[in-house]
């Protein structure tokens, strides 16, 4: 199979159908094998009904239902999982992202060697405050943080290799650092298409303000998970190990003092507290990276290594 469109929806019945004809246009226009996976993140609306007519419709698309709302990401986990095509694309269900930009995708990851593509809607029709704005100061950040020369981040629209799907895992709200995870599996090839955007044709978006807050955290987690998440220790260990050592220069200091220079009242001397919470937070850190290792190696998601090629 040729292509793969994974497309979350949460309360989107007014787009689907339209957005499956137009879908299966192209594919028809351009001769490729495809199925569509729609993922219902717990809709509430008629979403689910639709979806099953579409799919009694046509063979080529297939569903899955969340039984409450999870959330985008955990959403393209799921269809990530089940999905065959040689080329996995995502879109989002709204028509704001547009089909006919399927074709070069696809041909960007299967002969022009790219592991991702990630669209970049230059031209954005989407409120300039809530969203514009405080997106590019995100994309800004994010490039500086991760090293990756993305303009958009977020962009819904995106293609993939098939093995780049099956390595990751998306949770929480991670979506939006797709290509950071793929990085940190190996996936070094990420490339960019300009993409056309349009104006959202039916309902609201469901993402609010909380997404830029939210987004911070999760990319400070994602930054420490891919650098330390196998090796906990080597984090609190290390830091531990500095700061309890710290303190316990300090105290012998004061007992030498005591013992050899017989100056008391150490107990009203600020050095001999600063000694003592230095002994006391380092050793808690350091027991943090035991815990965390004993975590980390008895975890049940005990992830697999990267294997690029077998011969
Ligand atoms: N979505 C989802 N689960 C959620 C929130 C959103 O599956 O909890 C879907 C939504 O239906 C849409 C896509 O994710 O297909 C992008 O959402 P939206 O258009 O609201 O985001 P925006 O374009 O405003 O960034
Ligand atoms: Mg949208």
New binding site residues.
């Given amino acids: 199979m040729d292509i793969s469109v994974v497309i979350?929806?949460?309360n989107?019945d007014e787009s689907l159908q339209e957005l499956e004809a137009w879908i299966r246009r192209v594919m028809n226009e351009n001769k490729f094998s495809y199925e569509i996976i729609f993922v219902d993140?717990g809709s509430t609306d008629n979403s689910w009904n639709v979806i099953k007519d579409i799919s009694n419709k046509n063979e080529n698309v297939k569903a899955i239902r969340f039984r409450r709302?999870y959330?985008?990401s955990p959403?393209l986990n799921e269809g990530f999982k089940i999905a065959q095509g040689d080329v996995v694309i995502t879109m989002?269900?709204?028509l704001?992202d547009s089909p006919d930009e399927i074709p070069e995708l696809y041909d960007m990851v299967k002969n022009q060697g790219f592991d991702l593509v990630s669209g970049w809607k230059k031209k954005r029709y989407d409120s300039k405050f809530a969203k514009n704005i405080p997106s590019k100061f995100f994309n800004f950040t994010t490039r500086l943080m991760t090293g990756i020369k993305l303009h958009d981040f977020n962009c819904?629209l995106k293609a993939y290799k098939n093995d780049v799907v099956k390595n990751i895992e998306v949770y929480g709200e991670m979506h939006r650092y797709i290509p950071v995870i793929a990085k940190a599996e190996g996936f070094r090839n990420i490339g960019e298409k300009v993409v056309q955007h349009q104006k959202?044709k039916y309902g609201t978006?469901?993402?609010g303000m909380s997404r830029f807050i939210r987004g911070y955290l999760d990319l400070l987690t994602i930054t420490f998970i891919s650098k330390f998440g196998k090796r906990p220790m080597h984090f609190f260990g290390g830091i531990g190990t500095v700061i309890f050592l710290a303190g316990f220069i300090m105290g012998v200091y004061l007992a030498f003092q005591k013992i050899f220079n017989s100056v008391y009242g150490m107990t009203d001397r600020p050095l001999f507290y600063l000694a003592l919470i230095c002994m006391i937070i380092g050793t808690q850190l350091f027991l943090t990276g035991f815990i965390a290792e004993l975590i980390q190696t008895n975890s049940s998601r005990k992830k697999q290594y990267g294997i690029a090629e077998k011969i």
Wanted: no cysteine; hydrophobic share 30%.
């Fill in positions: 979350p929806l949460l989107e993140d709302n959330g985008k959403a989002d269900a709204d704001q819904g959202r978006t469901k993402f």
